[in-house]
């Protein structure tokens, strides 16, 4: 079992929140055995069953494998097996919404998007699925309709549960599947104070602690219930998420209990003060930052645009470094190479230049070295 405790940099949650959530996620439930490990599912659920306190049941998407009428039929029969006297809530997965599966989804489990509230909690979840697509999207009208709704909710504890990873995690192999919006998603969540999202789709637990200066957003990703499609020594898990005011704990729980797969992980943020300067005080360390020269002889503006930039970081006072992140050249061609070292050399600091793609095309690396 690997257990996380992360306490979230945000002064503004209201006292009192205390919940425990059961977190399923990509059950994949189909009669086939190559994709569906029902022996699992059936341990998990009877484990499930014996927790205590438990507040909510999420399931974060993917419950069938083809979104057939079949599978949802067979995935109701499976999930009446869980006797836990609370709510159990379903995120749309892009299994669920293959074969105008999200229809089916609608008719026979329940809302594309729902919400959990109380006086001091709020959880809204989503719909990213992009019906017969591997990856999601959240859509402009839906993240202007969920930033009205988390800025509505001043003072609570924010959660946002979509199937899609949020941004790319481990493990994955080919990164492909993060939300299309993930950029714009991450404004909305920044700008309203949003403490956790969950997400699933990738079958492999993952926790990330995203700090945006004043407080944490913590982003996880839960494993595979029951899905034979298992990556890397993760085989088929569910959590168990406990918030107490501004402490979270993960508990990621293998149904199988492989010996070689349990892990214990302790991790803690605290929260952030920030200190003010004092006066006459100098910075410790003091970095001149720029990007995307694209030296060309040929390109007077540029040159023109260089000249300025010397100018002003030579004009500057106690630079440890001047650091250079990309796109040195326009076409990495042996006389911008040579233009640019040149150039570079005016800096009267010391300076790091490192390599974008304009500089490795074609084989450009080999002049870099």
Same mark, same amino acid.
């Given at each position: 079992?690997?257990?996380?405790? +992360?306490?979230?940099? %945000?002064?503004?949650?209201?006292?009192?929140?205390?919940?425990?959530?059961?977190?399923?996620?990509?059950?994949?439930?189909?009669?086939?055995?190559?994709?569906?490990?029902? #022996?699992?599912?059936?341990?998990?659920?009877?484990?499930? %069953?014996?927790?205590?306190?438990?507040?909510?049941?999420?399931?974060?998407?993917?419950?069938?494998?083809?979104?057939?009428?079949?599978?949802?039929?067979?995935?109701?029969?499976?999930?009446?097996?869980?006797?836990?006297?609370?709510?159990?809530?379903?995120? =749309?997965?892009?299994?669920?919404?293959? %074969?105008?599966?999200?229809?089916?989804?609608?008719?026979?489990?329940?809302?594309?998007?729902?919400?959990?509230?109380?006086?001091?909690?709020?959880?809204?979840?989503?719909?990213?699925? =992009?019906?017969? @697509?591997?990856?999601?999207?959240?859509?402009?009208?839906?993240?202007?309709?969920?930033? %009205?709704?988390?800025?509505?909710?001043?003072?609570? $504890?924010?959660?946002?549960?979509?199937?899609?990873?949020?941004?790319?995690?481990?493990?994955? /192999?080919?990164?492909?599947?993060?939300?299309?919006?993930?950029?714009? $998603?991450?404004?909305?969540?920044?700008?309203?104070?949003?403490?956790?999202?969950?997400?699933?789709?990738?079958?492999?637990?993952?926790?990330?602690?995203?700090?945006? /200066?004043?407080?944490?957003?913590?982003?996880?990703?839960?494993?595979?219930?029951?899905?034979?499609?298992?990556?890397?020594?993760? #085989?088929?898990?569910?959590?168990?998420?406990?918030?107490?005011?501004?402490?979270?704990?993960?508990?990621?729980?293998? =149904?199988?209990?492989?010996?070689?797969?349990?892990?214990?992980?302790?991790?803690?943020?605290?929260?952030?003060?920030?200190?003010?300067?004092?006066?006459?005080?100098?910075?410790?360390?003091? +970095?001149?930052?720029?990007?995307?020269?694209?030296?060309?002889?040929?390109?007077?503006?540029?040159?023109?645009?260089?000249?300025?930039?010397?100018?002003?970081?030579?004009?500057?006072?106690?630079?440890? =470094?001047?650091?250079?992140? /990309?796109?040195?050249?326009?076409?990495?061609?042996?006389?911008?190479?040579?233009?640019?070292?040149?150039?570079?050399?005016? +800096?009267?600091?010391?300076?790091?230049?490192?390599?974008?793609?304009?500089?490795?095309?074609?084989?450009?690396?080999? @002049?870099?070295?």
């Amino acid at each position: 079992m690997k257990t996380t405790s +992360i306490k979230v940099a %945000n002064p503004t949650i209201s006292e009192g929140v205390k919940k425990r959530i059961v977190i399923i996620s990509d059950t994949h439930i189909t009669q086939s055995e190559s994709d569906f490990n029902l #022996n699992a599912y059936k341990k998990g659920i009877e484990q499930i %069953n014996k927790l205590k306190n438990v507040d909510y049941i999420i399931h974060l998407g993917d419950l069938t494998q083809n979104g057939t009428l079949l599978e949802f039929e067979y995935a109701k029969t499976l999930m009446s097996g869980i006797k836990q006297k609370v709510p159990t809530y379903y995120v =749309i997965g892009n299994h669920d919404a293959l %074969n105008v599966g999200y229809l089916l989804f609608e008719e026979m489990i329940g809302e594309r998007h729902f919400e959990i509230e109380d006086e001091s909690f709020f959880l809204l979840a989503l719909d990213s699925t =992009i019906p017969d @697509l591997a990856t999601g999207k959240i859509n402009y009208r839906t993240m202007m309709r969920v930033k %009205n709704l988390l800025l509505d909710q001043p003072n609570k $504890m924010k959660v946002v549960c979509f199937h899609h990873q949020l941004i790319p995690i481990p493990h994955t /192999g080919k990164e492909r599947s993060a939300i299309l919006d993930s950029g714009d $998603m991450l404004q909305v969540l920044k700008e309203c104070g949003v403490h956790l999202v969950l997400n699933g789709h990738r079958h492999i637990s993952n926790l990330y602690t995203i700090n945006f /200066g004043k407080q944490d957003l913590l982003a996880f990703n839960s494993g595979t219930f029951s899905s034979n499609k298992t990556r890397y020594r993760e #085989n088929f898990t569910y959590n168990i998420i406990e918030i107490n005011n501004d402490i979270f704990r993960f508990n990621i729980i293998p =149904i199988l209990q492989q010996e070689k797969f349990k892990k214990e992980i302790f991790r803690k943020v605290s929260t952030y003060s920030f200190r003010k300067k004092k006066k006459n005080e100098k910075p410790f360390c003091k +970095i001149i930052h720029f990007f995307d020269s694209s030296f060309s002889p040929d390109d007077k503006k540029t040159e023109q645009t260089f000249d300025k930039l010397i100018q002003k970081i030579n004009n500057q006072n106690d630079i440890s =470094i001047v650091l250079h992140s /990309g796109n040195l050249t326009k076409n990495s061609h042996k006389e911008e190479y040579e233009f640019a070292r040149e150039r570079l050399k005016e +800096i009267a600091y010391p300076y790091i230049v490192v390599p974008g793609i304009n500089d490795v095309k074609p084989n450009g690396y080999q @002049l870099w070295l």
